[in-house]
């Protein structure tokens, strides 16, 4: 099937053993590889879609054991590098009693920093249907000019390009950095997904408001979606746009939602791309988006919780 390359870091996340702590007031904390563009590469391979993931770790057991977690999911790791001297990036999360997450990173630089672009595998993204990237690869160089390549390489090769930015203020200088950083690549995707939160950020608007969300929009977009965790997604594109509904589960851990249902979609597309141009194979589509990120969060971590296409489909026949 059409192949996928999704770009940008891998990571461990260590996320405290028990739920509503400040990091500080965690006592122990579980090691959960991560890193949003690695988990969407994941939950495609998991849905029996055909991925690639491009990044970089360190050359330590983390790096490593990482990579192997990609390969036994089924990903392709070509273009996986390892540095020789810089680390694995960790990152501590937490979702904190308030509902809301707290980040602290470790990267100084971190080995997904130092990714080069002679160290591109070109010809992955070249034979790719669509090149799906976040925002953290664009914070330093000489990642910048790495992810800045990958994606001219794409475009000119009529892939497809999808944006997640994943806004993750501490990794940011300021929040106007974060946010002209953010919109600096905007223009050129083909799709982008944001959270409600991500559009409030952006527009320091209501992202309730469909006005607000629009002027998110570019004539470039082929698709702008917009998730909000339990309620589902918006979606909008240039003739339509609406809303579908999320699916009630028993919910554990959030962390990496947003990755399965866009590894969901992604696979969707990449299988029928004419799908922008007609609403009820879009919503389709996003059914089964809402239906994959919904069953993520019922198990802890991003990659373990990814479902399998017949678990997507049990929870929207049993949902009807
Ligand atoms: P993350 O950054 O945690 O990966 P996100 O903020 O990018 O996630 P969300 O809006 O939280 O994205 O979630 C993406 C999708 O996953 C939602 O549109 C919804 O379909 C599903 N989802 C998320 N949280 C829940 C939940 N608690 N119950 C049911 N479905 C959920």
Same mark, same amino acid.
């Given at each position: 099937s059409p192949m996928i390359v999704s770009f940008g870091e891998m990571l461990i996340d260590f996320v405290p053993d028990v739920a509503g702590v400040s990091l500080a007031e965690s006592y122990a904390f579980i090691k959960a590889p991560g890193g949003a563009p690695a988990n969407v590469a994941c939950a495609i391979a998991k849905l029996g879609g055909n991925a690639a993931f491009i990044g970089k770790v360190g050359d330590d057991e983390f790096g490593h054991m990482l990579a192997n977690l990609l390969k036994k999911s089924g990903v392709n790791s070509e273009g996986i590098c390892f540095d020789k001297d810089a680390r694995t990036a960790l990152a501590f999360v937490t979702l904190k009693a308030d509902g809301q997450r707290e980040f602290m990173f470790y990267r100084s630089p971190s080995a997904d920093m130092l990714l080069k672009e002679s160290e591109l595998k070109l010809d992955l993204i070249k034979q790719a249907k669509i090149f799906h990237y976040g925002s %953290?690869?664009? %914070?330093?160089e000489p990642c910048k000019s790495a992810h800045m390549a990958a994606m001219k390489a794409a475009k000119q090769a009529g892939v497809l390009l999808s944006y997640d930015p994943n806004v993750r203020l501490p990794l940011w200088p300021s929040p106007e950095a974060a946010r002209d950083g953010i919109k600096? %690549?905007?223009?050129? !995707?083909d799709f982008v997904k944001v959270s409600d939160d991500e559009v409030e950020f952006l527009t320091k608007g209501d992202p309730k408001k469909d006005d607000v969300v629009m002027s998110l929009w570019n004539d470039n977009f082929k698709l702008l979606i917009v998730t909000d965790g339990p309620e589902g997604c918006r979606y909008f594109t240039k003739k339509f746009k609406g809303k579908v509904n999320g699916y009630k589960v028993k919910t554990i851990d959030t962390t990496g939602a947003g990755d399965a249902f866009v590894g969901a979609f992604l696979q969707a597309v990449a299988k029928d791309?004419?799908?922008?141009?007609d609403e009820n194979k879009l919503k389709e589509a996003l059914v089964f988006a809402n239906a994959c990120g919904a069953i993520s #969060? #019922?198990?802890?971590? !991003? %990659?373990?919780?990814l479902p399998d296409k017949a678990q997507a489909e049990n929870l929207i026949k049993e949902a009807k």
């Amino acid at each position: 099937s059409p192949m996928i390359v999704s770009f940008g870091e891998m990571l461990i996340d260590f996320v405290p053993d028990v739920a509503g702590v400040s990091l500080a007031e965690s006592y122990a904390f579980i090691k959960a590889p991560g890193g949003a563009p690695a988990n969407v590469a994941c939950a495609i391979a998991k849905l029996g879609g055909n991925a690639a993931f491009i990044g970089k770790v360190g050359d330590d057991e983390f790096g490593h054991m990482l990579a192997n977690l990609l390969k036994k999911s089924g990903v392709n790791s070509e273009g996986i590098c390892f540095d020789k001297d810089a680390r694995t990036a960790l990152a501590f999360v937490t979702l904190k009693a308030d509902g809301q997450r707290e980040f602290m990173f470790y990267r100084s630089p971190s080995a997904d920093m130092l990714l080069k672009e002679s160290e591109l595998k070109l010809d992955l993204i070249k034979q790719a249907k669509i090149f799906h990237y976040g925002s %953290i690869s664009l %914070i330093s160089e000489p990642c910048k000019s790495a992810h800045m390549a990958a994606m001219k390489a794409a475009k000119q090769a009529g892939v497809l390009l999808s944006y997640d930015p994943n806004v993750r203020l501490p990794l940011w200088p300021s929040p106007e950095a974060a946010r002209d950083g953010i919109k600096s %690549i905007w223009a050129q !995707a083909d799709f982008v997904k944001v959270s409600d939160d991500e559009v409030e950020f952006l527009t320091k608007g209501d992202p309730k408001k469909d006005d607000v969300v629009m002027s998110l929009w570019n004539d470039n977009f082929k698709l702008l979606i917009v998730t909000d965790g339990p309620e589902g997604c918006r979606y909008f594109t240039k003739k339509f746009k609406g809303k579908v509904n999320g699916y009630k589960v028993k919910t554990i851990d959030t962390t990496g939602a947003g990755d399965a249902f866009v590894g969901a979609f992604l696979q969707a597309v990449a299988k029928d791309p004419n799908l922008f141009n007609d609403e009820n194979k879009l919503k389709e589509a996003l059914v089964f988006a809402n239906a994959c990120g919904a069953i993520s #969060t #019922t198990q802890k971590g !991003a %990659i373990p919780s990814l479902p399998d296409k017949a678990q997507a489909e049990n929870l929207i026949k049993e949902a009807k």
